[in-house]
């Protein structure tokens, strides 16, 4: 058995003009039309691609991910999930 980090399924679209850069917080390469993006639950970093996204937490948040892991061991999966 793995451990599967699921990210909440929800799509919110806006325009990169409403953004303080129209550009990745990690990798700093220009969004494009249809990127999908996070921001980090972990730390002040916002506005990433999700793939950038999975790299950062992976690397730099691997306690918190480890306590969120062990936080949620005992609660069962909603029916949509």
Do not use: Y
């Not at 002040?44 to 996204?53: E, K, L, P």
């Not at 918190?64 to 609660?75: L, W, Y």
């Amino acid at each position: 058995m793995v451990n599967i980090l699921w990210r909440e399924g929800w799509i919110k679209p806006f325009l990169t003009e409403s953004l303080p850069s129209e550009n990745c917080s990690i990798c700093k390469k220009e969004f494009k039309n249809m990127d999908f993006v996070t921001s980090c639950e972990f730390c002040g970093i916002n506005m990433m691609h999700d793939h950038c996204a999975n790299q950062h937490i992976i690397l730099e948040h691997d306690r918190q991910i480890k306590d969120k892991i062990n936080d949620h061991k005992e609660k069962r999966l909603h029916s949509f999930q």
